[in-house]
């Protein structure tokens, strides 16, 4: 809706109102495409009483709403169809591709970033963009084997109990995870799926949720979660800075922010190899092991739209976040940001 302001000049202003954007995920006959309600457009200053208003708003309207998608240009609504076409054809082979295109180096990265969030008993964490479920069952793990510490450490100090007092608290213990709990949120359904059926044959029940959700508009309460974790995923957002801000939304006072995403490598002969190896092998893996290069020309030309570690880390303090920091792994080709709610905003 426009409406008509006298600036202090006197000149008159257009303005439209900015309403939160919100987006709705519909099913059609071609996959799930993005219809979005609305989207926040700068006031539009009329520099001239003449020329065709209408057309200077689409004009800034079309400006304000291109985006991305790798090395093409493409419109926000459209963006977020063929990102989730991507992964819908990628969901069966995502595990075995994730091997062969890092040579299988993408487990030590995740093993890393959960030594790097090292969660107290207790932690409820949000993993965001987390279908296949990798973060959330190195999570379970870990917490898992830490409360068995615990437990250990405790019956150590009781060496007076009975044997009959040692199986009861045993028999009392239904949690073993030290009501620690991981909730799973993508918003690919098929990404999901996987992870559900390795959740089953992996024997993962207690403690792990799955929910369908975006990233931009997350379906959590404020200040909720403990930590948020997002691996390889946020770069495959059409709004980061929004899906940052929703981050920090749910995060509680004092949660931390981690994410693990590919970067841009700081050895210029290890760049040079790098790029080969990402234009001319990983899309012909792609063709060969799951039958699609064009997803994987995507996903290899989307690494190199992502901004750099600088430019990122400056993105998540305008998201509200401080002691802003990253580590760089295998000379900068990933990258592990981190960030603190530590204010209530």
Known sequence: MLRYVLSDSGHPTVKMAAPRSWALWSFCGCGWSRAVSGCRLPGLRSSSPRGPLGARLLSQEKEATETHFGFETVSEEEKGGKVYQVFESVAKKYDVMNDMMSLGIHRVWK?????????FPGTQLLDVAGGTGDIAFRFLNYVQAQHQRTQKRQLR???NLSWEEIARKYQNEEDSLGGSHVMVCDINKEMLK??????????YKAGLAWILGDAEELPFDDNKFDVYTIAFGIRNVT????ALQEAHRVLKPGGRFLCLEFSQVNNPLLSRLYDVYSFQVIPVLGEVIAGDWKSYQYLVESIRQFPSQEEFKEMIEDAGFQKVTYENLTSGIV???????????
Request: hydrophobic share 40%; glycine share 8%; proline share 3%.
């Open 194 to 203: 996987i992870g559900k059926q390795k959740a089953r044959a992996q024997g």
């Open 157 to 159: 100090a009781q060496q």
């Open 111 to 119: 093993d890393l970033l959960l030594w790097k969030m090292r969660p």
């Open 335 to 345: 990258a592990i940001h981190s960030g603190f709610k530590l204010y209530l905003r």
């Open 239 to 242: 709004h980061i800075d929004q």
